[in-house]
């Protein structure tokens, strides 16, 4: 029992600390600029995320398509909004379908809207998406690139009437200068800011190292694991 107690006092104390965070660095830009937190349970077990889930987190985030539905199924009793941030494969396109996710945050190229589209097509479903743009321009990463991302864009609103494109999605350059981080952040939000009159309101930047620098620059949707939940 002690055990569990400490458990929850420590991500009390982890989640305090982040809402902390984030409540600075959005007020330091204005009081109107609003930001969602989604919590990244990988590096965790159901049992964190389900005591996150009673200290008021709702949203939870998986990168992987098998994870995200052991843990839809075992969690199924709480009213969790889950998210998929990962890279998804071919082959797991029927089952991402099949978990309903509140939102897609990886669509990373016009191949896999084109596929998914048609799958959604037939089962006459629709997902809620983020276009992933590669902004730090790595070549661990995917997503689309700086340049293509406004018309790819564009292009899936166009061609792919079942995926609902809710803005972009971005992972900071992993190097150490804040300032290159930075200029990755401020690329991908310039894109935002033109898509917003295409409908797009979500900007999804900044992981437990760099959150705050991409609140600062815009920012709307964070997705925390390792600050949480280690
Ligand atoms: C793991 C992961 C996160 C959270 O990473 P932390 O650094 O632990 O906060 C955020 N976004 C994506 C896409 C991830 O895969």
């Keep these: 029992m002690k055990e569990t107690y400490d458990m929850k006092e420590a991500l009390r104390k982890n989640l305090d600390e982040v809402i902390w965070n984030i409540e600075q ?5 204005t009081e109107h600029h609003i930001v969602k937190l ?25 990168n992987q398509v098998q994870q995200l539905n052991t843990r839809m ?5 709480f009213p969790l909004e889950w998210h998929m941030m990962g890279h998804l494969q071919s082959n797991k396109i029927n089952k ?3 978990l309903r996710p509140s939102l897609f945050q990886s669509l990373d190229s016009l191949k896999l809207a084109e596929a998914l589209n048609e799958k959604l097509i037939e089962k006459n479903q629709t997902m809620n998406c983020l276009l992933q ?12 690139s700086i340049e293509e991302a406004f018309d790819i864009y564009q292009q899936i609103q166009e ?6 494109l809710k803005g972009v999605m971005s992972i900071g350059a992993h190097v150490e200068e804040q300032k290159v981080i930075q200029q990755s952040f401020e690329a991908t939000h310039k894109i935002y800011e033109a898509l917003e009159k295409k409908g797009a309101s979500i900007c999804s930047m900044g992981m437990s190292s760099d959150y705050e620098l991409a609140i600062k620059c815009g920012s709307n949707l964070v997705r925390i694991g390792s600050k949480i939940f280690k």
Excluded: H, M, W
Excluded at 73 to 77: S, V
Excluded at 159 to 164: E, I, V, W, Y
């Design 133 to 144: 743009i590669n902004s730090a321009k790595e070549a661990t990463k995917s997503g689309v």
């Design 38 to 62: 989604v919590a990244v349970g990988k590096y965790s077990d159901e049992q964190s995320i389900q005591t996150l889930y009673e200290l008021g987190q709702r949203a939870f985030g998986e």
């Design 96 to 98: 991402l379908i099949e």
């Design 73 to 77: 199924q075992n969690l199924e009793e």
């Design 25 to 29: 660095a959005r007020i330091s830009i």
């Design 159 to 164: 061609a792919c009437p079942a995926l609902k």
